[in-house]
Each structure stands twice: as structure tokens, then as C-alpha cells.
């Protein structure tokens, strides 16, 4: 069994999906390993490095498609949607396809590798459950993009964020607001609180707040209706524009107060919803930093532009579509672990094993056989149920 890792061609994209650390995991379970030559520089990851833990580097990138039956990546086709399609040509029948797929905000391009003939594995669909959480690539990324949304907003504000007393006078901390508390929310919090920051927090999931407090963090309370804010997997869900325009009302005077407030909130395979409004940005101090962490998805701040600093009025809104890239060493690791954890879990004695049966495989697998076989996929493309014949 050969896992090939190509380089990444999505623009900007520095992360690789397997590092030299997971290599030996993979050797026991009789698993070599084929790397495109320079897939892990933009990481600092060299050549020679992973072949010290036993990896082949291939002579091309057409060898590595043609030798692999795994084909491992950050990006695949519904996630790299332009360049990603120059590996269409490339995939053989059979060949597994496992990485991030964007497979319910891209459905078109899981039909397309279906008409391959490949698997294709969809790691952003992995289970939120006990024995999965060690293949969860998303509470991983996410973990950094908290972090790297506090790092940016520290860089820009002008300010400090502890309270500091010094001979020349006492320096107020910095106020931080954070709206969301999932995974990228809480580490926000920890980390602005581990800076000195005042920080608050808001999440429709009222079941949060103990979460928020144990970081040191103030849960906002707000009156609204929360029943059924959590969808599947404990992410929160769309409510519907009546409810997120009572809650912009309420959060209008929250962010007024506050020095910077960082956005996180996502609905799977959905536009961000608009938290942030211009109205809300203009009643802030010059000076102050918005981060929005739902640029990919259009935004949760009305102003965010895509990988832009816009300053809007004194005040810059930042829309990072790719944070994780930006931190690509300690992202590679976190996600190569997440990704050798689901290979040992999907390969025994040097073959896939496709059980149907089994909950992590059953909701990760987006085609099969010329078909696109996940549910809720095949839901998106107005397909007929898989094996009726009718195909996606």
C-alpha cells in the first residue's frame, strides 16, 4: 500500500499533509510513503527529512498519482477548485482521495472525481465523536485560526493588550470581543486572556458559557430565543434573518466598547451569517480591529473583503481566508496526525477496508464505484439514492 502526498497547489496554501514525525506509524501498518519533491518546503519541511523516516520522493507528480493508492492532501478538488482540477486527469479508478473537500459548499466536484472512478474521503465530515476526535482536522485548523486571529489583531491595534502600571502612567487592557465560542472562539479566548485582554464572548449556544468562564472569559448574556441552536456534531446552526437581526441589535452596544472583536461564526456548507454590521463598525474608536475568521464564507462582518485590510472609519477589519496556512509548521503536524489517525482507522493488513457499518468510515466516504454515495451530497446534487442505478 502506497500513500502518495503531492504539493499543494491551492494559491498560498503552505501546509502538507503528512510530516516526517507520522511516518513510522504508517511503516508498522505496512504503509510506505510517496512525497512529491518540495511538497513540505513552504512548511520548512525538506526532502531529506522525510526520507530520514523512510519516504520516497517521486520523480514527478504524475509518478505519485500513477504509484499511489492513497493520494493524502490538504486541498483536493472541492477545496482547490481551479488549480485542483489539473489532478483530475491523474486520478486512476480505485484510488482514494482523502483531504478537505468542502464536499456541502462544492457538491460539483465529488461528482466529478465520482466520474474518476476514485473514493473520495472527506475529512471535514468526520464525526464529532470520542473515538474520532484524533482525526478531526477541523477542531485542529480551527485551534490555530483562533490563535493566529489574536496574533493578527495584537499586531494591528494600537495598543497593548495587558493593563500595565508603569512610571509613566497606567495602561488600560485592551477589551476583546469575541462572537463564537466553539473551537477557534475558545482558543481566541484563552490566548487574549493569556495576553492581558478584557475578554468577553458570545455564542447562541447558551451551553458554552461554563466553557467561556473556565478560559477567563465574561459569556454575554443575551435574551433571545436559543432552542435549537445546535445542529449535528454540537456546531451551531442557521436560525433564520429575524433572529440574527435582533441579535445585531443587541450586540450593537457590546461592540461599541470593545478595542477588538474577532468573528468565527460558521454554518457547514452555508454563507456566513452578517453579525457585524457597518452601523456596528462605525459606532467603534478609531484604532480599533475587527478579525473575521468567516472570510472564506463571505464574512460575518458586513465590511470584510477576502484576505483584504479594509479601514473603514478608523478602523481596520482584517479577512484571513486561510489562517492556518499562515502558522504552516505546526499545522502540518496537527493535521498529518489527524490524517495518519483516519488511514490506520480505514487501512488493515495493507488494504482499504470499506465497512459500511462503521460510523467514521460510513460518513466520511463521498464516492464510491462512479457514485456519489454520502447522503447528505448526493441531497445537494438533486441525485437519486445511491444503488438505485441512477447514479449522481
Given amino acids: ?72 492532501q490538504v486541498r ?23 483531504g478537505m473537500a468542502d464536499p456541502l459548499g462544492s457538491p460539483q466536484a465529488a461528482r466529478e472525481i465520482a466520474q474518476r472512478g476514485a473514493m473520495l474521503f472527506a475529512l471535514e465530515l468526520i464525526p464529532r465523536i470520542t473515538r474520532a476526535q484524533s482525526m478531526d482536522v477541523l477542531t485542529s485548523m480551527a485551534t490555530i485560526a483562533g490563535y493566529k486571529a489574536v496574533v493578527l489583531a495584537a499586531d494591528t491595534l494600537p495598543k497593548m493588550f495587558p493593563l500595565l502600571m508603569t512610571p509613566a502612567g497606567t495602561l488600560q487592557a485592551a477589551k476583546v470581543f469575541i462572537i463564537g465560542a466553539g473551537v477557534a472562539g475558545l482558543e481566541a479566548i484563552g490566548i487574549a486572556k493569556k495576553l492581558g485582554a478584557v475578554v468577553e464572548a458570545y455564542d447562541v449556544r447558551p451551553v458554552v458559557k461554563e466553557q467561556v468562564e473556565s478560559l477567563g472569559g465574561k459569556f454575554v448574556q443575551m435574551e433571545l430565543d436559543t432552542k435549537g441552536s445546535e445542529g449535528a456534531g454540537g456546531y451551531a446552526k442557521e436560525l433564520g434573518e429575524d433572529f440574527y437581526r435582533k441579535q445585531r441589535e443587541l450586540m450593537l452596544r457590546v461592540i461599541a466598547g470593545s478595542d477588538v472583536v474577532i468573528t468565527t461564526a460558521l454554518i457547514p456548507g452555508k454563507r456566513a451569517p452578517i453579525l457585524v454590521t457597518r452601523e456596528m463598525v462605525e459606532g467603534m474608536r478609531p484604532g480599533s480591529v475587527v478579525v473575521d475568521l468567516a472570510a472564506e464564507r463571505g464574512g460575518n462582518c458586513e465590511l470584510t473583503q477576502p484576505d483584504q485590510a479594509v479601514l473603514h472609519r478608523g478602523v481596520t477589519i482584517l479577512g484571513p481566508t486561510n489562517p492556518a496556512s499562515d502558522i504552516p509548521f505546526h499545522a502540518s503536524q496537527m493535521y498529518a496526525k489527524n490524517v495518519v489517525t483516519f488511514l490506520l482507522h480505514l487501512v488493515k493488513d495493507g488494504q482499504i477496508k470499506i465497512d459500511a457499518q462503521d460510523e467514521i468510515t460510513r460518513e466520511v466516504l463521498v464516492t464510491r464505484g462512479g457514485d456519489v454515495v454520502h447522503a447528505r451530497v448526493r441531497d445537494l446534487l438533486g441525485a437519486v439514492p445511491a444503488g438505485t442505478g441512477g447514479g449522481p
Fill in 1 to 72: 500500500m502506497i500513500v502518495g502526498i503531492p504539493k499543494e497547489t491551492y494559491p498560498g496554501e503552505r501546509r502538507v499533509a503528512l510530516t516526517p514525525s507520522v511516518l513510522p506509524s504508517l511503516a508498522k501498518a505496512k504503509v510506505d510513503v510517496l512525497i512529491e519533491s518540495g511538497a513540505g518546503e513552504a512548511a520548512g519541511i525538506s526532502d531529506a527529512e522525510f526520507r530520514e523516516k523512510g519516504a520516497r520522493i517521486a520523480a514527478s507528480r504524475a509518478e505519485l498519482f500513477s504509484q499511489a493508492q492513497i493520494i493524502a
Fill in 76 to 98: 483536493t478538488l472541492g477545496a482547490n477548485p481551479d488549480a485542483g482540477r489539473a489532478d483530475l486527469a491523474l486520478l486512476r479508478p480505485e484510488t482514494a482521495v482523502v
